[in-house]
């Protein structure tokens, strides 16, 4: 485990046990036993579960969404902080069903409500069953039937808050307003000028793409007053961007957005809660420092950073304190999904047995071979050298025709057998030349795109045998036919590395590896590049006794289900197949049998996975 860093990313609830597995512990049990990975793994395959698999624990999402609370509350407390939080989760971080439902449920006891980014989340949050005091926040473009669902959710007893985005959404909201003859719920997103660190800059600052500047917020008052609209004025939104690497960014932030509010109340308008969006962060290396993938604080510091700040600005501006939101869905969710991918095969880089060499063999072969005799002690670069420059030349002589296939072969095992001696006393430099290539049974595009995409680190490590020492370095092919579909940044200790240590494959046993941290934004983001579909969700809850039940499941999809997504009508591709053989049939080209072979394979395949269907797996 030292390995991978899991002493820093692993939080109590990812441990290694004595037989060297990965282990999740139930933060509810602390003392209770924590359950195998590979042991869940085992047992899903049994009930015909087989990897890949995205991994929810409930009691990972419970936890974290019981620490953002009890920070709050806590830093309220400690502050002397006369106003409650109240946190809403941004449906666009994870809209599933089961996560929502689930956050909805554990949110209860804390009056936590929902963000809707969009008229599809909107439709869901009012599809929920949210208490009497958690608030609705919408954001983002809103057409009119937007406003007119989000107006009419009142009389559903939502406390729905219209985020006022722009000036012309307030002539929607007006208008709306006006046919219903109903009074909204406002609130208005400013402009933060301060510019925050980290891979979200972009949405921070005035250049950003969301909310007011001071001068339409002007504008936007004038306006609401001279409508009548500014008693609706009840919240004040601003947004830092996701995973916000430092904690003096939110302090400056939260200070900017006090000023607002200060500003805006003494303007007239009636706020009495103020949001500061999303921004917490995921310790994704557990390295707590300000980089792209950790971040320099914790849950407790960011709530408490944000609460001292408030409570200051607003004493001496004297104003009451508002009620806090924050729109928290990374921290709420990453650490609650763990994708668990099998590996199907290796591509290795150098090979134990001695190959043979033949009297009338090309003399670069021999060259080659004697290469071994200087591998050890003071040479060992010569060697190398050496070896990649025999090897290169046998190919260009192969290029042109001075070498045969079977030679070439030969000449190319006698470098494998070199590298596999030549890796044992291998240098920092050197290293790119022995990393293999094990292919795993899963699609970057569809299950980690944020990895393709943003260059996200995931912790991503073997999920088994950790008690013995790892003998090669790998990256991780998915299964795609692109050449991006590959990881080759890797979490080791403090570190960040090209490789990852693995170990040999062994046939028919299992070796799984497993990306933590994917509860954030990944399922939705994936796409079905190859047409690889989603992976199986399985929700578990853990027993503290190392076993496990499984709360819900939501199959794969078949690949009937993957061609409907592109526009094919399965029946119709199965009516395509059949017509074609038959035809074939009738000019006796194949023979009946054939056209049953082939029928059932075709209608086999639609309703099977769009993984590979062998979990064992082979080196090659
Ligand atoms: N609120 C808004 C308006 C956002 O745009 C986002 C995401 O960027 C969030 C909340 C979620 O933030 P986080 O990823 O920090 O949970």
Redo the contacts with the bound molecule.
Sequence with gaps: GETYGLHNWGDDLVTVDATGAVCLGDPTFPDGQPTPLPKIMADLSDRGIVAPVLLRVDAFLDRALAQLNTAFAEACTATRYQGVYRGVF?I??NQQAEVIKQLVRSGRRFNYGL?A?SKPELLIALAQDLPSDALLIC?GFKDEDFIRLAILSRHLGHNTVIVIESLDEFDIIQRVSADLNRRPLLGVRVKLTERVTGK?QE?SGDRST?GLSAFELMALITRMKNSDFLDCLVLQHS?L???VPDIIDVRRATTEACRFYTELTNLGAPLTHIDL?????VDYTGARRADDNSVNYSVDEYCYNIVETLRYALDEAEIPHPTIVT?????VVAQSSIFVFNVLGATLYDAGEKPDLYPEDHHLLADLMAVEHYIDGARHQEALNDAVYYRDEMRALFRRGQLNLDQLSRGEQIFLYLSARLKLRDTEENAAFFIDHYHGNFSLFQSLPDVWAIDQLHPILPLQRLNEAPTRHAIINDITCDSDGKIDRFILGEDIASALPVHDLVDDQPYYVGAFFVG?YQETLGDLHNLFGDANVITISLDGAGGFSIVNETEADSIAEVLSYVEYDPRDCLDAVRQKIERAVVAGLVEAETRRLMISAYKKALNGSTYFEQPAPRQA
């Design positions: 941004p666009k971080v963000e980014g954001n979200w949405s969301f947004h961007g996701s995973q969006g999303g921004g917490l962060g729109e928290s869905g990374r921290f954030a």
